[in-house]
């Protein structure tokens, strides 16, 4: 086990209300694993990631990475990182300095990082770009760039926040193996939030039910399917719409 929470509550204190985002929230993910958390809009699913990515800190419960408290990692040390919803790459920089932009802020940046930043530009199919600007790649590449991105850091655990959400479906398709493909390539562990059913069927491994606010797990259901097989090709699978059915039934009813 990699990343573990337990019974973790979160409550957001404003200057004239309280809202409690997250209760009791218990769930682990395996080294390597691709976890999915699905739940209703504005259920706390974003928060869960902020949790995670230390950018906010439990009101009760505990966060473990490999078995020591989250809380203990500060800085440049920190252990996981958030790929945002939107690509957030900077646009008067070219594709290969967005890539290198962690390790330059964290004043890390060296020779390796540039040897890396161009190996993982040149695996992904982005090598020609490197000297282009945001403005001109497609939006699935502007996505590659900032999961390359967020991949300089080499993060223990990488966090995506609905990250598909700006593409257009077809885009969505593709961006989504290529995201596959590189996280699994990478052998990163992951953890997806969307509100997108399909999307998390095709793409993890097992996925996190969240009821709505305060979100607590409604179930973890393992998808049982060959891990060879692309989203894409997933989706083509004959056990692929009896678990959106069943995760459709848990939102539905709660
Ligand atoms: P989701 O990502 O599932 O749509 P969020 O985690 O963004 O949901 O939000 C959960 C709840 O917490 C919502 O009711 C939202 O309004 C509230 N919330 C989110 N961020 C803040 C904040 N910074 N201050 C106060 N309330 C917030
Ligand atoms: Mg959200």
Redesign the pocket.
Known sequence: MILSLQGVTFT?Q?RD?E?K?VEDMTFSVEEGEFVGIV??????????L?LLAGLEKPSDGEITLRGGPLSDYRGREYPIALMPQHDQLFEWRTIEKNVLLGPEIRRTKGESHVRRGRELLDKYGLKEFAGKHPSELSGGMRQRAALIRTLMTDPDVLLL?EPFSALDFQTRLKVCDDVHAIIKGEKKTAVL?S?DISESISLCDRIVV?SK?P?HVLEVITIDCDKRLSPLKRRESGSFSNYFEKIWRLLEDK
């Open positions: 957001y404003t209300a809202t985002a739940g209703p809009s504005g259920c706390g699913k974003t928060t869960v902020n926040d939030v509100h969240l606010r979100a």
